[in-house]
């Protein structure tokens, strides 16, 4: 039984349950028990959060633990606390483990290691499609699910085979899962490192074509709706893409898709001196293609933000790009960044932000939390809009220090994390 805990004086943002002002909240027992104003609770512990804001906890839908197998670059120790510092109380970890989560044996592993050794951030693992990602023989769903995974996914590598992917589609649809799919044609990558246009031709490295992204992606759409069949696109970056998303929404596909804060917050002009760490896949766009993520996210098209956390060692980092290994360490920047970027530019508003990192992923995955109803997980953040933080990369929680916003200033802070009643992570704010 975890201690009880009142939160006085913040302004409550709950877009789950259409709730936005100045209310206290009381968590006890691990639920929220309690919304309104002038609350008191005999012996709970009281947590001023005047000229803050209390917010569901947020939810990765994707994000690489590296564990089990890559534990140099990152753990589920390491990485849920990177997790709670950055705000989320819950996170989808990709199965490009080693071994892959291929079976029920690895997915309990992940699972069990997250109970007894993380942070108390709820760890929820996706499985493989197909057996070592390879793309071949379509991996145990039935023993995964039954072990505990909330989808299927061969993140990091495109399923080529459309059959297969066909198949998934329905082997995923029966077990009550579904697929998140890494839209990517491989042969239309080639030797490219970043996004193919000027600014590859200036800089003298190989560029990757939007076509890659957006073949798989029109894929995708087409044998989801030829099935009738759920399938969410993971980091989407194109304004090609949002627009095929846009429009198989518009048809009645049960497609759903997720970008990510580095699309939102970078562009292709920031690997023009040759940093590693801007080396992404898929790769940093250019400003239309931003703005084009960001229009999607205004409007609906794409559903909900995902960090797509990928740690690397800094040796991995530190080389030549076109050598460097693909990936940004998210989780401790995902809300400044986007709310500097979202909210503070005037494209949305705070709780809109706060619905696309917390209670969207909630419903996406079929997962608890994204609430503060009463009786609901007791899972919240507490946040700072107003609070300039300078990115420092190497007092990050995770073992992955690799990211081009290090040394760049937002507005917007995570203050404390609170998971099942219990505060994990806490700063001052």
């Avoid at 943002?13 to 209310?23: E, H």
């Avoid at 917390?358 to 899972?379: K, M």
């Avoid at 998971?419 to 704010?429: N, P, T």
Wanted: hydrophobic residues 40%; proline residues 4%.
């Amino acid at each position: 039984m975890s201690e009880g805990i009142l939160i006085r004086g913040g302004r409550l943002i709950d877009p789950a349950n259409g709730i936005d002002g100045q209310l206290d909240l009381l968590l006890e027992d691990g639920r929220v028990a309690a919304i309104g104003e002038g609350l008191d609770a005999q012996g709970a512990r009281v947590i001023d959060a005047a000229g803050r804001v209390v917010a569901p906890g947020f939810i990765d839908m994707h994000c690489h633990l590296r564990d089990p197998g890559l534990e140099y670059k990152e753990d589920i120790v390491s990485g849920t606390r990177a997790a709670a510092r950055g705000g989320f109380t819950g996170v989808c970890c990709m199965p490009n483990t080693k071994p892959v989560n291929d079976s029920a044996a690895v997915t309990r592993y992940i699972i069990e290691k997250a109970e007894t050794k993380g942070s108390g951030v709820h760890v929820y693992p996706v499985g493989a499609i197909s057996k070592g990602l390879e793309g071949v023989e379509m991996a145990e769903i039935g023993r995964m699910k039954a072990a505990g995974i909330v989808a299927i996914s061969d993140d990091g590598r495109p399923v080529v085979n459309s059959n297969l992917l066909r198949l998934a589609m329905q082997y995923a649809d029966h077990f009550g899962v579904f697929i998140m799919s890494h839209s990517e044609d491989k042969n239309l990558v080639g030797d490219g490192v970043m996004n193919e246009g000027y600014m590859s031709t200036k800089l003298g490295l190989p560029g990757i074509t939007r076509a890659a992204e957006e073949v798989m992606i029109a894929r995708d759409i087409l044998v989801a709706e030829a099935e009738g069949k759920r399938i969410h696109l993971c980091h989407v970056s194109t304004r090609g893409g949002v627009q095929l998303v846009r429009e198989a929404k518009a048809r009645g596909v049960r497609v759903t898709a997720e970008t990510t804060p580095h699309y939102i917050g970078a562009t292709e002009d920031w690997v023009a001196g040759y940093d590693g760490n801007c080396r992404v896949n898929p790769p940093l766009r250019e400003e239309a293609d931003r703005l084009a993520c960001i229009a999607g996210l205004v409007d609906g098209t794409l559903d909900a933000i995902a960090t797509d956390h990928a740690p690397h060692h800094e040796d991995e980092k530190r080389v030549e790009f076109h050598l460097a290994a693909s990936g940004i360490s998210g989780f401790e920047t995902a809300f400044s960044i986007c709310h500097t970027e979202l909210v503070k530019k005037g494209y949305m508003t705070l709780p809109r932000l706060i619905e696309l990192m917390s209670a969207q992923p909630a419903r996406l995955l079929g997962v608890p939390g994204g609430s503060l109803a009463v009786g609901a997980p007791a899972d919240a953040v507490i946040l700072d809009p107003e609070r300039e933080i300078t990115v420092d990369a190497s007092k990050f929680k995770s073992k992955g220090h690799n990211t081009p916003f290090d040394g760049r200033t937002y507005t917007g802070a995570v203050c404390a994390t609170i998971v099942g009643g219990r505060v994990i992570d806490q700063e001052d704010c």
